[in-house]
T-cell receptor, first 115, second 110 residues
Framework: EAGVAQSPRYKIIEKRQSVAFWCNPI?????LYWYQQILGQGPKLLIQ????????DSQLPKDRFSAERLKGVDSTLKIQPAKLEDSAVYLC?????????????FGPGTRLTVT | RKEVEQDPGPFNVPEGATVAFNCTYS??????FFWYRQDCRKEPKLLMS???SGNEDGRFTAQLNRASQYISLLIRDSKLSDSATYLC???????????FGGGTRLMVKP
């Protein structure tokens, strides 16, 4: 079974530029998550989708971050404009459903450096 | 107070040692608890769930103390391959979202 795919793996941009990340979850997984992991910290949930609907985006900085999962499969996360403090690894995860009983499988992440 | 707190370490132990990590959580309504493992520059992976009665998986034992709001992970007979960061994870009071602790780094030395 193929795992969660993410691209790009690395991205370096200057502050105030825009960037987009892509995630393709495990086939058949209805729930998709985006996490931000700053160096030395645990992952922090940004947004959770169930199919193409948003379940929770309470921790998403909506003035600069946006995410979509239009067809209920793959997803994109965008930052516009980027700030220095956005430097982090952006992890995508998927699971069969929203219940915490379902294991979340993480992708390899996109390492973003904002200079 | 952070929702999930862990000692960041690092814990430096020799091969064969027994090591224990604790984690405290602030939300008494939390119901689900997990330990994830994250290798350097890799993604987190589920190590084990933590049940009220405690559970064991080979050399790994997890326990939950609801009264004191902490969970623990015990690793016996440490191997070099156990070197990683161990993340304590708790579901939040909304029920379905997970909150990760900052992680405890373990380094097992020959």
């Amino acid at each position: 079974e193929a795992g969660v795919a993410q691209s790009p793996r690395y991205k370096i941009i200057e502050k105030r530029q825009s960037v987009a990340f892509w995630c393709n979850p495990i086939s058949g997984h209805a729930t998709l998550y985006w996490y931000q992991q700053i160096l030395g910290q645990g992952p922090k949930l940004l947004i959770q989708f169930q199919n193409n609907g948003v379940v929770d985006d309470s921790q998403l900085p909506k003035d600069r971050f946006s995410a979509e999962r239009l067809k209920g499969v793959d997803s994109t996360l965008k930052i516009q404009p980027a700030k220095l403090e956005d430097s982090a690894v952006y992890l995508c995860a998927s699971s069969r459903g929203t219940s915490v009983a379902y294991e979340q499988y993480f992708g390899p992440g996109t390492r973003l450096t904002v200079t | 107070r952070k929702e999930v707190e862990q000692d960041p370490g690092p814990f430096n132990v020799p091969e064969g040692a027994t090591v224990a990590f604790n984690c405290t959580y602030s939300n008494s309504a939390s119901q689900s608890f997990f330990w994830y493992r994250q290798d350097c520059r890799k993604e987190p992976k589920l190590l084990m769930s933590v049940y009220s009665s405690g559970n064991e998986d080979g050399r790994f034992t997890a326990q939950l103390n609801r009264a004191s709001q902490y969970i623990s992970l015990l690793i016996r007979d440490s191997k070099l391959s156990d070197s990683a960061t161990y993340l304590c994870v708790v579901n939040n009071n909304a029920g379905n979202m997970l909150t990760f602790g900052g992680g405890t780094r373990l380094m097992v030395k020959p």
